[in-house]
């Protein structure tokens, strides 16, 4: 293993206590892209929360742009450095409906820890993804600059 895989596994690792905390605050948006089953605000801030993180975490532009649906969707990017490729993030902040949520063995937009894993309406797919990218980003951006551009 490299120093710099090492480098990068640590401050992943130092960084899950937090990255739980967040994956929490974006699992309890039920932000169902269906305004007939949860209220639109929903969506809207977890869009806003998406947009705030990725700011925060270093991206340079980041802004929410309406699509032609309604939905909003967050859109980013720092340049590349000269000569560097750019690299696209993509994923989702909007999650399936959680059905009959008598069904579940925890609320479903609550994560949830049960034997070391997390449980919660996005928190593998869509909202999980999303704190990779965050997770990954943060890492890479304590030794400066992103050695590429991201979109």
Same mark, same amino acid.
């Given at each position: 293993?490299?120093?710099?895989?090492?480098?990068?596994?640590?401050?992943?690792?130092?960084?899950?206590?937090?990255?739980?905390?967040?994956?929490?605050?974006?699992?309890?948006?039920?932000?169902?892209?269906?305004?007939?089953?949860?209220?639109? /605000?929903?969506?809207?801030?977890?869009?806003?929360?998406?947009?705030?993180?990725?700011?925060?975490? /270093?991206?340079?532009?980041?802004?929410?742009?309406?699509?032609?649906?309604?939905?909003?969707?967050?859109?980013?990017?720092?340049?590349?450095?000269?000569?560097?490729?750019?690299?696209?993030?993509?994923?989702?902040?909007?999650?399936?409906?959680?059905?009959?949520?008598?069904?579940?063995?925890?609320?479903?937009?609550?994560?949830?820890?049960?034997?070391?894993?997390?449980?919660?309406? /996005?928190?593998?797919?869509?909202?999980?993804?999303?704190?990779?990218?965050?997770?990954?980003?943060?890492?890479?951006?304590?030794?400066?600059?992103?050695?590429? /551009?991201?979109?």
């Amino acid at each position: 293993m490299t120093d710099l895989t090492q480098r990068m596994r640590e401050r992943v690792s130092a960084a899950m206590p937090s990255a739980r905390d967040e994956l929490a605050t974006m699992v309890a948006f039920r932000s169902v892209a269906d305004p007939r089953q949860f209220p639109v /605000g929903e969506c809207v801030g977890a869009a806003t929360w998406v947009r705030d993180a990725f700011a925060a975490a /270093g991206i340079d532009h980041v802004e929410l742009i309406e699509t032609s649906d309604g939905s909003l969707a967050v859109v980013g990017h720092t340049p590349a450095p000269p000569g560097a490729p750019t690299i696209l993030l993509y994923s989702h902040y909007d999650v399936q409906p959680p059905g009959n949520e008598d069904l579940w063995d925890s609320p479903p937009f609550t994560l949830t820890e049960r034997d070391g894993r997390w449980y919660g309406r /996005g928190a593998a797919d869509c909202k999980g993804n999303i704190m990779m990218h965050l997770l990954a980003l943060r890492a890479v951006l304590e030794d400066g600059a992103l050695p590429v /551009g991201v979109g």
